[in-house]
């Protein structure tokens, strides 16, 4: 990516968190502990992992590693319930808006990963708790041209048989039987999610529903 191209996405990366610290914000004390879309998440875990790269120094994320046998996901799921119980909501919120411009980015991907990141995250929040919110079509695009077999493997998505087909963009990817729904709902399957009943249409949209009760 040049840097043109790197300042395109960092620019978005920045609104992306500016608008969600917006949206966090804004929400009643009761949707805080609402459920995500992360399994066994929070609202406020999500909100508090997100911020996990800007607030923890690469020794911390080393020493935290270790103390959780070097399982990655031991790791954030430990720090993100730690965090969620010690900082208010304003708090959470804040930590977003207030590294909007941060240069973090994950371990591969770079800046896309990292706008990819903050995109699914934040509809891990507003998908479930039925929030409209709709992520800029650039931002989208963004995130749809990174969607590949080894991506979709990396974040366990089980999409064998079944084509991705947006009904707002003109995208797809996959080979069968068409599942039909909105990119950033799609998004969120390539991104190993499942999503509330009656988003998606198809022969296999069953397969990909999501009960929350």
């Known amino acids: 990516m040049g840097k043109a191209k790197d300042a395109e996405v960092r620019a978005a990366i920045a609104a992306e968190r500016q608008e969600l610290a917006d949206l966090l914000d804004s929400l009643p004390e009761e949707s805080w502990d609402a459920p995500s879309l992360c399994a066994g998440w929070r609202v406020r875990e999500v ?31 430990r720090c ?7 900082h208010s909501p304003r708090q959470l ?7 909007a411009h941060h240069p973090w980015t994950p371990p591969v991907g770079g800046f896309a990963s ?11 929040i507003t998908v479930p708790l039925g929030l409209e919110r709709r992520v800029p079509e650039d931002r989208l695009r963004v995130l749809l041209r990174n969607v590949t077999p080894s991506s979709v493997r990396f974040f366990g998505a089980e999409l064998d048989g079944v084509e991705l ?10 080979s069968g039987a068409p599942l039909v729904g909105a990119a950033q ?6 991104f190993g999610r ?5 988003r998606l249409s198809g022969e296999p949209a ?8």
Do not use: C, I, Q
């Open 114 to 124: 990292a706008l990819g990141h903050d995109v699914v995250h934040g509809l891990d």
């Open 47 to 77: 909100a508090a992992h997100m911020s996990l790269g800007f607030r923890y120094s690469l020794p911390r994320v080393l020493l935290e590693l270790a103390k959780a046998r070097g399982g990655l996901h031991r790791m954030t799921d």
């Open 80 to 86: 993100a319930r730690r965090d969620a119980a010690a």
């Open 93 to 99: 919120a804040g930590w977003l808006r207030d590294n």
């Open 165 to 174: 087909r947006a009904d707002d963009l003109d995208w797809s990817f996959g």
């Open 194 to 198: 499942r999503l509330p009943a009656g």
């Open 185 to 190: 709902d799609l998004l969120l399957l390539a």
């Open 206 to 213: 069953d397969r990909f529903a999501l009960s929350l009760g």
